[in-house]
């Protein structure tokens, strides 16, 4: 079992959509999650980060962590035909300067 | 710069050739990441430096990939004897002190062994 597993897709919705992408993990010690956007031919671009469980809302998105099942989640209200990315969960134990443990990454499609 | 800079950002190679691929970090930016992207892959780390402490090389894949960074700033990841499945894309990644959460990436370099 890999230590963070994600959906691949492809995730296709209509404009305007409300959008839920979704990770699962394994090591129980990752406290610090993250969610990056990668367009094609682009680096990931950090987008929503959280510590340890809760919400955070930012504009039309918003990012969960449910320690106690470890899963996490983003989504995303009213998306536009410009959220089609591939959108990366990743997580690390210790804040600073740790190396992040990526998921494989959801691509999504919104269709105007 | 403005951001990472990485170059090229497409190379070709035959397959047994070396390669050298560099980065150019935000500058001021003390730590430097280099991550793997294969097709249908996640980012996979190879090596981090920080400032002036040993590097961690954890994740390179063999001792074919090699990594330096000069004065603190420019990095090359170099590999050696290049198989077909070193074929990715190379994504480096720079850290400033003061930026709490994740990395900013480069475009990246697209690997292709033939």
């Known amino acids: 079992q890999k230590e963070v597993e994600q959906d691949p897709g492809p995730l296709s919705v209509p404009e305007g959509a409300i959008v839920s992408l979704n990770c699962t993990y394994s090591n129980s010690a990752f406290q610090y999650f993250m969610w990056y956007r990668q367009y094609s031919r682009k680096g990931p671009e950090l987008l929503m980060y959280t510590y340890s469980s809760g919400n955070k809302e930012d504009g039309r998105f918003t990012a969960q962590v449910d320690k106690s099942s470890k899963y996490i989640s983003l989504f995303i209200r009213d998306s536009q035909p410009s959220d089609s990315a591939t959108y990366l969960c990743a997580m690390s134990a210790e804040s600073g300067y740790s190396t992040l443990t990526f998921g494989k990454g959801t691509m999504l499609l919104v269709s105007p | 710069g403005a951001g990472v800079s990485q170059s090229p950002s497409n190379k070709v190679t035959e397959k047994g050739k070396d390669v050298e691929l560099r980065c150019d970090p935000i500058s001021g930016h003390t730590a430097l990441y280099w991550y793997r992207q294969s097709l249908g892959q996640g980012l996979e780390f190879l090596i981090y430096?920080?400032?002036?402490?040993?590097?961690?090389k954890s994740g390179l894949p063999s001792d074919r990939f090699s990594a330096e960074r000069t004065g603190g700033s420019v990095s090359t990841l170099t590999i050696q004897r290049t198989q077909q499945e070193d074929s990715a894309v190379y994504l480096c990644?720079?850290?400033?002190?003061?930026?709490?959460?994740?990395?900013?990436f480069g475009s990246g370099t697209r690997l292709t062994v033939v």
């Open positions: 990644a720079s850290k400033s002190p003061n930026e709490g959460w994740g990395y900013t």
């Open positions: 430096f920080q400032g002036n402490s040993a590097p961690d």
